[in-house]
């Protein structure tokens, strides 16, 4: 029988006992060992290599010199967050929002601009978005060479180990290598991921899916996104790959293969509307789902079927994600909530319907507003995950 790679075995090892003093610390070596089911003996060598090396900090509880607290005080391990600062952002297509973290994930200073860069040339987005790092940097009161890595969320399809983004609504062009252009310019190690994926790793780490391993999260934004949590990690796709959910298909018809995004995709949900006009304009400012609540609110019927025929597909889609992965929870985020009662209401109906029995009340439906701020401190998740990963040395991560 063929052993496990001794490296990749401690290196797992390494990042189960980081990942559990972020999660549950403050934390004993006892309890680490308990909840990694790593001997003793291993849990003490991983924490005195993490201390060694700056990442994690002792603190003592009790006091010796208090006579009424008996025995020794215990020595609990906790992140150190001035270990390491990176960069998140959410890039869309009519706004840019960064926020810079410690090595816990703890914002330190955040950058939004509302300038919409969808179809530009590619040097200006990459003009404008090096703009927002370099800016929200200084507003943390550092500089990039602070910075051991920034990552970007984007929509689309994204290619994770290679930062090649295959497509995007943000993008005029396809298989652009973004995350080469940025490092170049910003002289630090960045990150593209998709948006989907940074949101997902937020609700894990500091959101709604705090409690679990294993989850589902749908984004219904510009385009419909899937990421998918398994063994507290991301499950990608070859070569990194992350999920366009809108290329989803979800049946036959006349005009041929009917995707989810020609049901639920926002263009699709506003298309209907008179081009002109204050509606007009808030599309283009990217507030069009904002005042389709609006006119949703006043009855118009054209927008309230619209949104039904979304509800509809949408839930179709969650039934299908849950029939092949029995999730405990599926969050779903994004401006299409919106929508509000009568989207919300068809896609509740039609999940049901869609939900095979033997699944019934198997996974938790949770519908979350996140802010913008929250998708890119899930982008800086992401970069600190992946620091995580990375072999230490006591002068930072050996890249």
Not at 11 to 19: G, K
Not at 30 to 54: K, P
Not at 180 to 209: C, Q
Not at 318 to 337: E, K, Q
């Amino acid at each position: 029988m063929k052993t496990a790679d001794p490296e990749l075995m401690r290196a797992i090892n390494r990042l189960n006992v980081l990942d559990t003093v972020r999660r549950h610390g403050p934390i004993s070596r006892v309890e680490i060992s308990e909840r990694t089911q790593l001997s003793t003996t291993t849990v003490s060598a991983i924490t005195a290599s993490l201390l060694d090396d700056g990442l994690i900090l002792t603190r003592h509880e009790g006091d010796i010199r208090n006579e009424a607290a008996r025995g020794r005080p215990r020595v609990m391990l906790e992140l150190n967050p001035d270990a390491a600062r990176v960069v998140g952002a959410k890039i869309t297509a009519n706004r840019l929002v960064f926020v810079v973290t410690n090595f816990r994930g703890d914002v330190l200073s955040q950058l939004t601009l509302p300038i919409r860069i969808d179809r530009q040339p590619i040097g200006v987005i990459a003009d404008l978005v090096e703009d927002g790092v370099r800016r929200c940097v200084v507003d943390a009161g550092l500089s990039l060479e602070d910075v051991e890595t920034v990552c970007l969320g984007l929509p689309g399809v994204i290619e994770h180990r290679t930062g090649h983004i295959r497509s995007s609504p943000i993008f005029r062009d396809t298989n652009v290598d973004f995350a080469s252009e940025m490092t170049a310019r910003l002289n630090t190690p960045t990150i593209v991921e998709s948006d989907a994926h940074a949101i997902t790793l937020a609700h894990h780490w500091f959101g709604k899916a705090r409690d679990l391993e294993d989850m589902v999260v749908i984004s219904l934004e510009q385009t419909l996104g899937l990421g998918v949590l398994h063994g507290n990690q991301l499950f990608r796709g070859a070569g990194g790959l992350s999920h366009n959910l809108g290329d989803l298909v979800l049946g036959m018809g006349p005009q041929g293969v009917v995707r989810l995004s020609s049901q639920a995709g926002e263009n699709e949900i506003l298309g209907d509307q008179p081009a002109g006009g204050r509606f007009a304009e808030a599309i283009r400012l990217g507030r069009g789902m904002a005042h389709a609540q609006t006119l949703i609110k006043a009855e118009d019927n054209t927008l309230i079927t619209a949104a039904i025929r979304a509800g509809e597909a949408v839930g179709v889609a969650v039934a299908n994600i849950v029939t092949i992965f029995a999730p405990p929870r599926v969050i779903l985020v994004g401006s299409s909530l919106a929508l509000g009662e009568p989207f919300l209401e068809s896609l509740r109906n039609a999940y049901a319907l869609a939900t095979p029995p033997s699944l019934k009340g198997v996974a938790e439906l949770v519908f979350d507003d996140s802010s913008d701020d929250f998708w890119a401190q899930g982008a800086a998740a992401v970069a600190l995950y992946e620091l995580y990963e990375s072999p230490w040395n006591t002068t930072g991560p050996a890249l």
